[in-house]
Structures are given as C-alpha cells and as structure tokens.
C-alpha cells in the first residue's frame, strides 16, 4: 500500500476510531489472545474487580471472547459513555450526506426545539458549532455536574424518570443553566455536547435519535435490533446505548457504513473521489489541534485529543490509539467499561464490577494498547 492509500484508508475510518494497518520501522514481537486473558485476569485481581468481560477483535472479526465470575459476556450491558462514538459516528455521517455541516450552529439546526421548549438560559449556546459539541468545547460544565441543574433534578425525579423522559426534554432541563465558558475557549467533558448532537439528529432526520442512529450506524455494522437501555433512555446519545462487548467489537470492526455511502446518492462518485472527500472531512479530527487537545488521557500519554465521540493520542512510533472510558453507579454498585482500538493492530472492550478508580483505569487502558499492537492471530 503506498503512503498516500495508507493515509486515505485511516482518514476514511477516522470517525470510528478504525484500525488500519501502517508501515512501522521495526516489526513488533507478536502476542496472542493469552496474553490479552492473563492481563485482564491480573488487572481484576489487583485492584479486587469480581466480575468482568473481555471481548477482542482483529481484521474485522471477533477473535476472543470471555465473561469472568459469572458475567455472561454475551448479555447485553449498558455502555455509558461509550454511547458517545456512536453518535459521533452517525453525526459523521449526516456532515458526510451535506445534511449537517462542522460549522452549523445549534440556534440554527435546533431553530424548531427552542420554538417548540422556550429559549436557552445562556444565549451563547446558540453560536456553538457542530464540530464545537464533537470535540467538548461546547461551554457547558464538566460531566456529571453538567446534568444536575435544578430542572434536570426535577424532571427526572419528579414528573418523569430516566426511562420516560425524552431526549428533547432533558436537554431543554440542562439549557436551563447558563455556560461555564463561551463556545470553543476550553475543553470540557461534558454529556450537555452529546444530547444536543442527539437532538440534532433527531430534528435534521424526522427521526428519533435510536431510530436514525440504530440503523445507519449499528445495523450497518451488521447488529441486530440494537436499542438503547430500557431504565436510561433519556441519555441516548450520550450514555444510553445498551449493547454486548461482541456487538461494541463487531461496532468498532467494520464500517459497513462506508459501503453504504459509496452506494448512495452520490452513485457517479467514484472510490477515489469518495475517499478524497472523506479525508477533507475527517482529517479535521486526526491531528491534535489546538482546538481538539483534550484532557484526561494516562499521565504516560503527553498530548491527547477528542473527535468523533472518542479520545485520541499518538503511541509507540506514528500508531494511534482511539479509546474511550465509561462509569455507572453509586459505591458499592459501580460498573465500568472501556473501548479502544490499536492503529494497525487489535480493538478491545472490557467491562468490569466494582470499579475502581481512575489510576487503575488508566493502567488497564495502557497495557491493552500495548498489546494491541503486537497481537497476531493466525488463520
């Protein structure tokens, strides 16, 4: 493969974090899955985690898959956070059809739902871009206190729950507060981004956000009747998916939506244009730029950046690593889960009960990379 079709396929797989294998100066000692098991077996002992599952891919297939102290790695779990590159996949999508853009701001797009649920408290929300919401420079608080206002509060606990609670609703509870920053000065980690990119879905399609996004994204990816949780529907696009690590691996694995597309409107297009066309739009994500630098990554990690609904840092020699963390539940009753995908190597989903805090979370996170990029699975 030449430099430049090594380049096209990573930028054209770039909004799910898609492992394309790279060129590398030295060839890197070769694990198997063993190695990924034994691992995450030590890791849970460590750090006195009961329960677990562990789910590998490689070459867009699954290569291993197990449940530890009786977790059933098949049943589907919910993912958290890790909802969030699923929706940065299908906004990705939607810019890709012209049907969004980076640029378009929320007063524009979402022009119908503040008609329809009063304005925002803070009317800087309304010059917030698309590609502003993707990489947390939207200007809300830090996650979780960006939820907690006082409407938040009473909405969910009062006249509705998580489960009844529209997406619409919860994001017009949230607008209720003001800004912590304007628009695009600093990175936040923040859900508010999210559930708005959701409602946008939603508002630009017709649409419910689980209707548009289940099908285009996880469908496509060859996931039967995906949905999200029952008991958290209301945090759809940031939180509320509800899949088994197999489908998130099998999610991470393919880009069947990428032969959709090719397929579609655009049917005189051909490969070339298509894959130069995909670069302009997802190369904006592929290089740490300032206004995609992002906090949060291992302290090992030097730079980290946030695109497409996953965190990003440059590891090893020109490799990339795409990944993303989530958290659920008051102590004791804590789960956790974390996603990543090796440039050129493996991708991976854990999940694991109780959860113990962020320095070990990290340190799974960086043994799972290094692993990734060594593991070989013969035919």
């Known amino acids: 493969m030449s430099r430049r079709g090594a380049f096209v396929c990573c930028v054209a797989l770039a909004c ?28 849970m002992k460590e750090h006195g985690v009961e329960k677990g599952v562990l789910v590998i891919g490689l070459q867009q297939r699954q290569v291993f898959e197990r449940g530890y102290g009786g977790q059933d790695p098949k049943q589907r779990v ?28 929320v007063g524009k797009v979402l022009a119908p739902f ?63 507060a003001p800004l912590a920053s304007a628009p695009g000065d600093a990175f936040s980690y923040s859900n508010i981004g999210y559930l708005a990119l959701g409602v946008m879905v939603a508002t630009v399609t017709g649409e419910s956000y689980e209707a548009y996004c289940g ?62 066309r995909r670069a302009q739009l997802m ?9 995609h630098a992002a906090t949060g990554a291992p302290a090992a990690w030097a730079q980290a950046w946030y695109g497409f609904g996953q965190f990003s840092a440059t590891v ?5 690593v795409d990944w993303h963390t989530g958290s659920w539940g008051v102590a004791p009753d804590t789960i956790g889960m974390q996603a990543g995908q090796r440039q050129g190597g493996a991708s991976w ?21 290094a692993l990734g990029g060594k593991l070989v699975v013969k035919p």
């Open 16 to 43: 799910i974090g898609a492992a394309v294998a790279q060129a590398q100066t030295a060839p890197a000692p070769a694990v198997s899955v063993v190695a990924f098991d034994a691992t995450f077996r030590d890791w």
């Open 78 to 105: 919910l993912l958290a956070s890790l909802s969030k590159a699923i929706t940065g996949r299908c906004v990705a999508a939607l810019v890709d059809g012209g049907r969004l853009r980076l640029d378009s701001k």
């Open 114 to 176: 503040f008609r329809q649920h009063a304005e925002p408290a803070d009317a800087r929300i309304k010059d917030a871009t698309v590609e502003q919401l993707l990489v947390h420079r939207g200007g809300f608080p830090t996650a979780p206190r960006d939820l907690m206002t006082p409407a938040t509060v009473e909405l969910l606990q009062t006249r509705k729950s998580p489960a009844t609670a529209t997406p619409a609703e919860l994001l017009a509870a949230t607008l209720t």
């Open 215 to 276: 099908r285009q994204v996880l469908e496509w990816a060859g996931i039967k009747a995906p949905a999200l949780d029952r008991t958290w529907r209301a945090f759809s696009s940031f939180g509320g998916w509800s899949l088994s690590g197999t489908e998130y691996v099998t999610f991470l694995e393919h880009d069947r939506l990428l032969d959709a597309l090719r397929a579609g409107t655009r049917r005189t297009e051909t490969v070339q244009d298509y894959d130069e």
């Open 283 to 291: 190369g904006v994500f592929l290089d740490p730029h300032r206004q």
């Open 316 to 320: 090893g020699r020109e490799s990339r």
């Open 349 to 369: 989903f854990v999940w694991y009960s109780p959860r113990p805090g962020k320095v070990a979370t990290d340190a799974l996170l960086e043994r799972m990379t």
